[in-house]
């Protein structure tokens, strides 16, 4: 059982950063890959990024390439989403979860992970 818990988000206006954290529970963290992901009201949830287990893989969807950046400290057990240049259609809830992944790899759809947090909410203002 891996438990997720989310910080970081809040107000910002256009343009500005934010990073967001999210700290796990459990001894085995670096044998899970990682993602952020995000839902509007009235939308799917969507991916944003993930991080494989050791770190050495990332990926970002193409809306946030260029301004998020993932990252991971496995000595801490956490994750960290730094987002720049921030946008209004930034603007969501943000998730973080966790995919038992004891080979490597990542994932970047919803299904394939295991646990959730119960995330932080990002507004972005224009």
């Known amino acids: 059982q891996v438990q997720l818990v989310e910080s970081g988000g809040g107000l910002v206006q256009a343009g500005d950063s934010l990073r967001l954290s999210c700290a796990a529970s459990?001894?085995?963290?670096?044998?899970?890959?990682m993602g952020w992901f995000r839902q509007a009201p009235g939308k799917e949830r969507e991916f944003v990024a993930a991080?494989?287990?050791?770190?050495?893989?990332?990926y970002s969807a193409d809306s946030v390439k260029g301004r998020f950046t993932i990252s991971r400290v496995n000595a801490k057990n956490t994750v960290y989403l730094q987002m720049n240049s921030l946008k209004p259609e930034d603007t969501a809830l943000y998730y973080c979860?966790?995919?038992?992944?004891?080979?490597?790899?990542?994932?970047?759809?919803?299904?394939?992970?295991?646990?959730w947090g119960q995330g932080t909410q990002v507004t972005v203002s224009s």
């Open positions: 979860a966790a995919m038992s992944a004891p080979y490597g790899g990542l994932g970047t759809h919803v299904n394939l992970y295991d646990y």
């Open positions: 459990g001894r085995t963290f670096s044998t899970y890959a």
């Open positions: 991080i494989s287990g050791s770190g050495a893989s990332t």
